[in-house]
């Protein structure tokens, strides 16, 4: 069980993060925030590589940075800007980081086909990686992460650069690695752990907005989310008025879709809430200005 105690990060005189608390035990958690809500510096302490400025992060009670290296020896972390080598091939990088972490060539090798096999680089495991994909590159990055057979796994945006195709093959991917471990993924797009992700942890104002399911996350806008058709001249003003979660063209008029807590109108239809509601409700603030 790994549990995040009253952690807040400073940077100067900036707080990125104000006393966290949270409990991992083995599953999924998908990390969820718009950019620069603090994800990478939750991550960064998560796998020591920054301190907290207050509070601690324990590991089965011990504190992690006093467990060192043996924290480290059931630690795989996907870090946000992954570097790799270029002219090398997923082999030889592999390689190269297994004898790092101290892993003879023959278990070496035999662990790296496996991994290969699991991430599905089998194929080119003998190029060089100059020509691969946004989403091979991932796939080599996972792969690096799994070397030691982590018990945690920590992805920082894993998905970031992957089209639409390469994100589902990703998902897939994950939820054959969830089992018997902990897997943390941090992400600004909700579809990527909406299906996979056992908890939601969302980070608001620098500090913790929720950490629930999917369902109980949806049902804190349960009853609020309407959809209505509006002729285009009511749009500006519907806009100002509500907050309005997507929109769309039918038929020469809109079709939108809004929050609403107050007083409804007859010609509303209730809606179910999905994630996306949430996030783009919650952070509607955030979201705007990124425009
Ligand atoms: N080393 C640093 N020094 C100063 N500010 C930082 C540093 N790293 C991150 N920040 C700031 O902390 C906030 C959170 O950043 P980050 O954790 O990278 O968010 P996310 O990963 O959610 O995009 C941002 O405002 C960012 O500019
Ligand atoms: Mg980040």
Redesign the pocket.
């Known amino acids: 069980m790994l549990v995040v105690k009253d952690v807040s990060k400073q940077?100067?005189s900036?707080s990125?993060l104000k006393n966290m608390n949270l409990e991992f035990s083995d599953g999924v958690y998908g990390l969820l925030?718009?950019?620069?809500?603090?994800?990478?510096?939750?991550?960064?302490m998560l796998v020591t590589l920054i301190s907290p400025s207050k509070g601690e992060i324990l590991y089965n009670g011990t504190n992690i940075v006093d467990l060192d290296e043996d924290y480290r020896d059931i630690l795989g972390y996907l870090p946000?800007q992954f570097g790799y080598y270029k002219n090398y091939s997923p082999m030889q990088y592999l390689l190269y980081l297994a004898a790092l972490k101290g892993l003879d060539k023959k278990n070496a090798l035999e662990k790296i086909s496996e991994l290969l096999e699991k991430v599905a680089l089998t194929d080119v495991a003998n190029k060089k990686m100059k020509k691969f994909s946004g989403g091979m590159i991932q796939r080599v990055g996972i792969a690096q992460a799994l070397l030691n057979d982590p018990k945690i796994l920590i992805l920082?945006?894993p998905t970031a650069g992957l089209d639409p195709k390469e994100r589902a093959r990703f998902r897939q991917l994950l939820t054959g690695l969830a089992r018997e471990r902990l897997v943390i993924i941090?992400t600004?797009i909700v579809s990527d752990i909406e299906s996979i992700a056992n908890e939601v942890i969302m980070?608001k104002n620098q500090q913790l907005l929720y950490k629930d399911s999917v369902g109980n996350i949806c049902n804190t806008l349960d009853g609020h989310v309407y959809e209505t058709s509006i002729s285009y001249e009511r749009l500006e003003s519907f806009r100002k008025q509500y907050v309005l979660l997507s929109e769309k063209q039918e038929h020469g008029s809109m079709i939108v879709r809004f929050v609403q807590k107050g007083k409804t109108e007859a010609d509303w239809i209730p809606a179910n809430p999905h994630l996306e509601d949430v996030f783009l409700y919650e952070y509607r603030d955030e979201l705007l200005t990124d425009l």
């Open positions: 940077y100067g900036f990125a925030a718009p950019n620069g809500a603090g994800k990478t510096t939750l991550i960064k946000q920082d945006e941090s600004h980070i």
